[in-house]
């Protein structure tokens, strides 16, 4: 049997981003989750702003328009229990606390979603279900 694989040369995609609503202001959110990851600034605009986080990832945050139909979106942050005293955690309202687990769900001021995984002691998240 031959292998005729045609598909050897193909380039595959990469990761480039987690996409969110910005609402009607895409700076606000960029700042907003800023100040929650650090990172660094690609793009800031009224309508499309870019959040590149030291660890790789990009947030991009966009307004919805007729040729960029954005979704609310949902990531999951590990944090220490103390990102509870960020000033801005306040802004988020809690759609869901787990029992007896280390993770709640909230919502952005932008209806977007997200999973806090807090940290145990040994600097791990408890994701067990």
């Known amino acids: 049997m031959m292998n005729d694989n045609k598909n050897m040369d193909l380039v595959l995609p990469q990761f480039f981003s987690v996409n ?4 009607e ?5 960029l700042r ?3 100040s929650f990851l650090g990172g660094t600034v690609l793009k800031e605009s009224f ?3 870019e959040l ?3 660890s790789g990832e990009c947030l991009v945050f966009s307004k919805v328009t007729e040729h960029c139909p954005v979704r609310k979106g949902t990531i999951t942050l590990t944090c220490d229990t103390t990102t509870l005293n960020h000033s801005n955690f306040s802004s988020l309202k809690l759609v869901q606390s787990i029992p007896d ?3 709640s ?3 952005d001021p932008w209806g977007n979603w997200v999973w806090f995984y807090f940290l145990d002691s ?4 408890k994701r067990s279900g």
């Open 25 to 29: 202001d895409t700076t606000i959110p």
């Open 32 to 34: 907003f989750y800023q």
């Open 105 to 107: 769900l909230y919502e």
């Open 122 to 125: 040994k600097n791990s998240a």
């Open 52 to 54: 590149k986080l030291k």
């Open 101 to 103: 687990k280390n993770y």
């Open 47 to 49: 309508g499309h702003s």
């Open 20 to 23: 969110l609503d910005g609402g």
